[in-house]
Structure formats: C-alpha cells, structure tokens
C-alpha cells in the first residue's frame, strides 16, 4: 500500500483495517501514528479502526513483542481510536477491547515511559479502563506533567485522579513535574465537590504519620518541595474531624522534625516554605485535638526538648509568614496551656528589647499583630505561662530596669496605635496595653511600678488621638483600667504631696476632652457610661471648675 494510497486510505479505513490484519503492517502503523499527531481531527479517521487494530493485538503471540517503535506507535493509535469510538456495545465486543488492552499493556512494561507519546489521547485512554494500573497511569500523568501544568476538563472531577497526583507528588524527584502537578492539583480541588474534597482530605491526613515518618527517619535529611508540597494540602485541606490517635502520631513526628537543625545547603526558599507548613500544620494539630477535648497534643509541643525554641526561632524568621505562624503557635500554646490550668516545668524567656525592636521594624504589617497578640497573651496569663518575658540579660534585673523595659514596651506599642492602617493591631494593641497593667499589678504587686506606668505623659496623648477615631470596645476597656488606676495613682499622690491638679494640666485637659467627646449611646453605650463616671470622679476630686 503507497503514501497515495495510505492518504486516500484514511477516508475508507476499512482498506486500512485490511491491510492491518497483515503480520507486521509497521509502515501502516508508522503513518497512522504521525497522521494522528498532523491531522486537526484525527479522532473521526481512527475511530472505525478500533475493531481492526483489537483483532491485530489478538493475533499476536502472546511470547511476541514487536520493536519498541512500533509500540509506540500502537500505543498512540490504539488509545486515540479507543477514546473516538462508541460503537462497540456488544459484551463480546467489550471483552475484546478489555482483553487487547490487557495485551497492549503488557508490551509497555517494564518502563511505559519510553514508549509515551505526549498527546491528550494517551491521558484520557489512560482511565477507560479498569485493566489500566495505576502505575501505568502514573507514567503517563509523570510524562504529561513534564510539559503541561493543568489537565484535560474530563479527569478534573476523578477521585482516582487526584489519588494518582498524590503520589506523584510523593514519589517523584523532579520539581517541574512536582510543580506542575501541584498546579494541576489545585485546579482539580476547585472543580471538585465538597464531598470529594472532604473524602481527600480523610486520606491526605491519613498518609500523614507515613510520610512524616519517612522524612524523620532520612539519615541524609533532605528537605525537598515534595513534604513542602505534602504539608500544604494537609493544612489547606483540614478534615472535620481526625482519629486522636493519628492527631497525636503526626504532633510527636511535627515535634521531633522542627525540632531537628535544617540542613546548611537548603535553599532560602524552600526553607521558608517548610517552616511555614510546618507551624501551620501544627497549628492545626492543636486546633483539632482541642476540639475533641484531647489535650496530648498541647503537652507533646511543650515537654518535646527544644520544640517551643525552635518555634520561638521561627517567629523571628525574615519571612513574614513563617514569623507569624510561629506567633500564633505560640499564643494559642499558652491560651489552651493556661486554661487547662497546667503549670510549667520550664519557662521560655522572650527577651523585651527585642520585642520592642521587632515591634518598631514591624509597625504595620501582620507580624505586628501576631507578636502583640502573643505578648498579650504572655502578660495577660502570669506565673502560668510556659513563656515569659524577660527585661534583661541579667538573671535578678533590678526593678528600675523591670520598669524600664514595660515603658519602652508600652510607648512602642502606644506608637503603634497611632497607626490607622491595621484593624488587627489596633485591637491587640489596646488589649496588649491592658495587659501590661493587669501583669504589673496580679505578677508584680508593684504599687510604684503601677503608678510609673499610669503616669506616663503619652499616654494622655495617646487617648487624645483615639477620641478624634472611631472608637473600639478594646479601647475603652483600656481606658476604663486605665482610669481607674490613675484615679488610685492621683489620690495617693494627693493625700502625700497635698497636691491638686489645675485647670491647665494634663489630666484634667484629657479629661475634659473625654467627657467633651464620649458620647454614651449605641453597642458602646455601656462601656462609655463606665469610663465617664471614673471621669467625673477625677474630675470631682481635683475640684477644678471646667
């Protein structure tokens, strides 16, 4: 048969199906391979030669495999021709394609790679049949992968789809077909139904305890985009609820492989993804296990040795999400920590100087809110934290230098306030704020030290500014603690100076201004009665006329 011929042939392929039930039609194969790859619809010419090139696999002996081009070219016709025709609805019809299939396969071992074929037919054959393995199917999506980051509309939905790119994800060790699956991966999770995504979820988290076995367990450890990658589905895809006993396995793996020094030549990049993931998912360990009222998981992350450092670590990273997922497992460490009313066995010291130093680098982005939140924290639950702050390199800092470092800390956190940029930080700020008053009085019982703080000029300056902004309840809860111990502050100060305030002073302007500008009405109507009446009692007191 000539190229003419062959060319005319397409048209009538029943004279091609003759010419393939010959011994060995490998130059019919090879144009019909290259016609499949050049022709803008090649699925219209090679449907009607799915009977024909079934009845050709069938023929051949079962000890007989054909030469490696051949197979390739096979491979490509056969799958293209299988996913054009729907006419075979006959059972012996369907057994026959089950069965050339099962044949055709058999050629592509050991390694179907070699025989791929980069066409959108070979993926979708792929999954037409239940006789396919996956590890063929992992081949054909690895091979797919090296040049395609998406996959075609009709694997998109498939739970055994998104199965096969776990593992590729797993398994494979090269970072374009790594990445090009997680590209595809997402795609497929957006097309895919609650339900899917939820039983995906069940078996990501399933795999955990494995895969983080295996990466605890590398004697060379390697830390590679694979875990990163592993790691991010884990935490973007957390289940409603998880067995306690694979809740608590993942903690003590998560404990023991952040806890572990990273590898010198790691690159900055992937560092910072694995940290990331990481306290993430440990973040969501916790979450989870508190919600079923099991607090092992609590306990693993603060008796494992040098887990809490490493995460302290963290929180000063360069990159903002590390540092942040570091805080907020840091914060609700302490909140679940204190209010099971656990008592430390060691206490982590967070140094003051370099919390006002990050705090003054950080002034408006969201590490600002989360290391206020965790300082919040700190302050706010005492003697029972597992961290705390620490005002000095010294061990037994004096108390000029305790107070000291808690008014840097107050007007670096007051400074922040008069940013109007961050929601977050100006509500963690006011609690922060209020904060550090309870922890002077409840851990330090200091009444000078008390008094120093309530004092503070700027602060006065600081409340001035608020009453021209929206008002917050965080706000005026300061100002009612505040209030009321600058009343306490005044009155002392009165009964042994004998001093009273004039009209012109500070405090009584701030407090005129506040009775001026806090209007008593709304949601906040409550908390602004409150603070007025401590207002109109200074007010009294100083027995100035305004």
Request: net charge neutral; charged share 20%; hydrophobic share 40%.
């Given at each position: 048969m000539g190229?003419?011929?062959?060319?005319y042939?397409?048209?009538t392929?029943h004279?091609i199906?003759?010419q393939?039930?010959k011994n060995?039609?490998y130059?019919?194969?090879?144009?019909?391979?290259f016609?499949?790859?050049?022709?803008?619809?090649?699925?219209e010419?090679?449907?009607p030669?799915?009977?024909?090139?079934?009845e050709?696999?069938?023929?051949?002996p079962?000890s007989?495999?054909?030469?490696?081009?051949?197979i390739?070219?096979?491979?490509?016709?056969?799958?293209?021709s299988?996913i054009?025709?729907?006419?075979?609805?006959s059972?012996g019809?369907?057994?026959?394609?089950?069965?050339a299939?099962?044949?055709?396969?058999?050629?592509?071992y050991?390694?179907p790679s070699?025989?791929?074929?980069h066409n959108p037919?070979l993926?979708?054959?792929?999954?037409?049949?239940?006789r396919?393995?996956?590890?063929v199917?992992?081949h054909?999506l690895?091979q797919?992968?090296?040049?395609e980051?998406?996959l075609p509309?009709?694997?998109?939905?498939q739970?055994?789809?998104w199965?096969?790119l776990?593992?590729?994800?797993i398994?494979?060790?090269d970072k374009t077909?790594?990445?090009?699956?997680m590209?595809?991966?997402?795609?497929c999770?957006?097309?895919g139904?609650d339900?899917?995504?939820?039983d995906?979820?069940?078996?990501?988290?399933s795999?955990?305890?494995?895969?983080?076995?295996k990466v605890?367990i590398?004697?060379?450890?390697?830390?590679?985009?694979n875990?990163?990658h592993?790691l991010?589905?884990a935490?973007?895809?957390?289940?409603?609820?998880i067995?306690?006993?694979?809740c608590?396995?993942?903690?003590?793996?998560i404990?023991?492989i952040?806890s572990?020094?990273?590898p010198?030549?790691?690159?900055?990049s992937t560092?910072h993804h694995y940290?990331?993931v990481?306290?993430k998912l440990g973040?969501?360990l916790?979450?989870?296990?508190?919600s079923?009222?099991?607090n092992?998981v609590?306990?693993t992350y603060?008796?494992r040795?040098?887990f809490?450092?490493?995460?302290?670590?963290a929180?000063?990273?360069?990159n903002?999400?590390?540092?942040c997922a570091?805080?907020?497992?840091?914060?609700?460490?302490?909140?679940y920590?204190t209010?099971?009313n656990?008592?430390?066995?060691s206490?982590?010291q967070?140094?003051?100087?370099?919390i006002?130093?990050?705090l003054?680098r950080?002034?408006?982005n969201?590490?600002g809110?989360?290391l206020?939140q965790?300082v919040?924290?700190?302050?706010?639950?005492g003697?029972?934290?597992?961290?705390?702050l620490?005002y000095?390199v010294?061990d037994q800092p004096?108390?000029n230098?305790q107070?000291?470092a808690?008014r840097?800390l107050?007007?670096?956190?007051?400074?922040?306030l008069?940013?109007?940029?961050?929601?977050?930080?100006?509500?963690?700020?006011?609690?922060?704020?209020?904060?550090?008053f309870?922890?002077?009085?409840?851990?330090k019982n200091?009444?000078k030290?008390?008094?120093t703080?309530?004092?503070?000029?700027w602060?006065?300056?600081?409340?001035?500014?608020q009453?021209?902004?929206?008002?917050?309840?965080?706000?005026?809860?300061?100002t009612q603690?505040?209030?009321?111990l600058?009343?306490?502050?005044?009155k002392?100060c009165?009964?042994?100076?004998?001093i009273?305030?004039c009209?012109?002073?500070l405090v009584?302007?701030t407090?005129?201004l506040?009775?001026?500008?806090?209007i008593?009405?709304?949601?906040?109507?409550?908390i602004?009665?409150k603070?007025?009446v401590?207002v109109d009692?200074i007010?009294?007191d100083s027995?100035?006329?305004y």
């Amino acid at each position: 048969m000539g190229l003419v011929e062959l060319q005319y042939g397409i048209e009538t392929p029943h004279r091609i199906g003759l010419q393939l039930q010959k011994n060995q039609p490998y130059s019919l194969l090879i144009y019909i391979y290259f016609y499949c790859q050049s022709s803008d619809n090649p699925e219209e010419a090679t449907a009607p030669l799915l009977p024909y090139l079934v009845e050709h696999i069938l023929k051949l002996p079962k000890s007989f495999k054909p030469p490696a081009y051949i197979i390739k070219a096979l491979w490509l016709v056969f799958a293209m021709s299988t996913i054009s025709n729907g006419s075979l609805e006959s059972l012996g019809e369907r057994v026959y394609l089950e069965k050339a299939t099962d044949r055709l396969i058999s050629m592509l071992y050991p390694d179907p790679s070699i025989y791929y074929t980069h066409n959108p037919a070979l993926l979708l054959w792929a999954f037409t049949s239940q006789r396919i393995s996956h590890c063929v199917r992992l081949h054909v999506l690895s091979q797919w992968f090296k040049s395609e980051d998406s996959l075609p509309a009709d694997l998109t939905t498939q739970p055994i789809v998104w199965e096969l790119l776990l593992n590729i994800l797993i398994q494979c060790n090269d970072k374009t077909i790594v990445g090009n699956c997680m590209e595809a991966l997402h795609v497929c999770l957006e097309d895919g139904d609650d339900d899917s995504r939820q039983d995906f979820a069940g078996l990501i988290w399933s795999m955990l305890p494995n895969v983080l076995s295996k990466v605890l367990i590398d004697t060379e450890y390697q830390i590679d985009t694979n875990i990163c990658h592993f790691l991010d589905l884990a935490t973007t895809l957390p289940p409603l609820e998880i067995d306690q006993i694979v809740c608590l396995k993942t903690a003590v793996l998560i404990t023991a492989i952040f806890s572990k020094n990273l590898p010198e030549h790691c690159e900055e990049s992937t560092k910072h993804h694995y940290e990331y993931v990481c306290l993430k998912l440990g973040l969501y360990l916790l979450s989870l296990s508190n919600s079923q009222n099991d607090n092992r998981v609590l306990l693993t992350y603060t008796n494992r040795v040098g887990f809490l450092q490493s995460v302290l670590a963290a929180a000063d990273s360069t990159n903002e999400n590390v540092s942040c997922a570091a805080l907020q497992l840091l914060s609700y460490v302490i909140h679940y920590f204190t209010k099971n009313n656990y008592q430390p066995k060691s206490v982590l010291q967070i140094q003051t100087h370099l919390i006002i130093k990050t705090l003054k680098r950080d002034s408006t982005n969201e590490r600002g809110a989360s290391l206020l939140q965790l300082v919040y924290m700190v302050l706010n639950t005492g003697a029972s934290s597992p961290l705390a702050l620490a005002y000095s390199v010294e061990d037994q800092p004096t108390v000029n230098i305790q107070c000291n470092a808690l008014r840097a800390l107050m007007l670096r956190i007051q400074l922040m306030l008069c940013c109007r940029d961050s929601k977050n930080q100006s509500t963690a700020g006011w609690k922060t704020l209020s904060s550090i008053f309870k922890h002077a009085i409840v851990t330090k019982n200091d009444t000078k030290l008390i008094a120093t703080l309530t004092s503070q000029p700027w602060t006065h300056t600081l409340i001035q500014f608020q009453l021209t902004q929206d008002l917050t309840p965080e706000f005026l809860t300061f100002t009612q603690n505040w209030l009321t111990l600058l009343k306490i502050t005044i009155k002392k100060c009165q009964e042994m100076n004998k001093i009273q305030h004039c009209k012109q002073s500070l405090v009584i302007k701030t407090m005129v201004l506040m009775k001026k500008n806090l209007i008593a009405e709304g949601a906040l109507k409550e908390i602004s009665e409150k603070v007025l009446v401590i207002v109109d009692d200074i007010l009294e007191d100083s027995k100035v006329k305004y």
